[in-house]
């Protein structure tokens, strides 16, 4: 299996109302995800000199996630988003000039097929501009689109989603896209962006993937022990890259992706140390 994968994007504490910080971002968490599943991440961020720092550092290790792409910016802090839940739905407040706006290239070009990134951490000329450039160096690429107001930027999205063989987005975002580009349909957005296949996820009516000749729709299981749904997207994500890294069939893809992203819904967060969390889905 083709276990290895550079995943780029920002490194944050989602800090909870409680005062509770629980160490996410989107790329942050398929990253780890992805680790405690067996694949090799290679996570391309950035943090501060700080403690929340030092804390990212450790956390990575203790799983044996590589830090060796996580630089480190003495003159900005290291990420945070404040979350307030709003009917068991996250709001998201994201703070602006983040360490994770500022990564660099890395120094050598990574030896992987895969790259993973999301669309935020391209809000920045410095990130967006480090971001194309592993766009270019990578021959395959699954975008995860995470519009967060005010950071969306039309002008830019063509650059960061154009050609991509995997492109995930929930129902809000594909909307939005559709409305940006006037577009009529899914299939519309397929061929406007050149995606190879596109995954839509319904939140707990369940997700869709579209493949250039078919389309697979199946229902959220039901979660017993719901806690809230912060990283469930970004779950289904990592089951998914597992799935395809792995040469599952799409429906299985699609069934796997969702019965682990309810299982992340019994979490306060988006990851967990707990290998024994992982173990059924590695079985």
Not at 230 to 253: H, K, T
Request: glycine share 8%; aromatic share 8%.
């Amino acid at each position: 299996m083709a276990d290895s994968i550079a995943i780029f994007g920002e490194v944050l504490f989602d800090t909870f109302e409680d005062g509770k910080q629980v160490l996410g971002g989107a790329p942050f968490n398929v990253a780890w995800n992805l680790t405690m599943l067996g694949a090799k991440s290679h996570l391309i961020s950035s943090v501060g000199d700080d403690a929340p720092a030092q804390i990212v550092r450790d956390a990575m290790q203790s799983i044996q996630m590589p830090t060796d792409h996580l630089q480190s910016d003495p003159h900005h802090p290291t990420g945070r988003v404040d979350i307030l839940l709003k009917r068991q739905e996250p709001l998201y407040t994201i703070c602006p000039d983040q360490a994770y706006d500022y990564i660099e290239p890395p120094a050598a070009p990574l030896a992987t097929e895969w790259l993973y990134h999301g669309t935020l951490a391209a809000r920045s000329p410095r990130s967006g501009a480090t971001l194309q450039r592993l766009i270019v160096q990578h021959s395959r690429r699954f975008v995860d689109v995470n519009f967060r107001d005010p950071y969306i930027q039309p002008d830019r999205l063509g650059l960061l989603l154009s050609g991509a063989e995997w492109l995930k987005l929930n129902h809000t975002e594909h909307d939005r896209l559709c409305q940006l580009f006037t577009l009529k349909d899914t299939r519309a957005l397929m061929g406007h962006f050149e995606i190879t296949n596109l995954i839509l996820t319904h939140a707990e009516a369940g997700a869709e993937i579209f493949t250039p000749c078919d389309h697979h729709k199946n229902p959220a299981p039901k979660v017993a022990g719901f806690k809230d749904s912060v990283g469930a997207g970004d779950g289904f994500s990592a089951m998914a890259l597992w799935g395809i890294l792995s040469g599952w069939p799409i429906e299985q893809i699609l069934t796997r992706a969702l019965a682990f992203a309810a299982a992340i819904c019994t979490l306060q967060g988006a990851t967990t140390p707990d290998r024994h969390f992982y173990h059924r889905f590695k079985e």
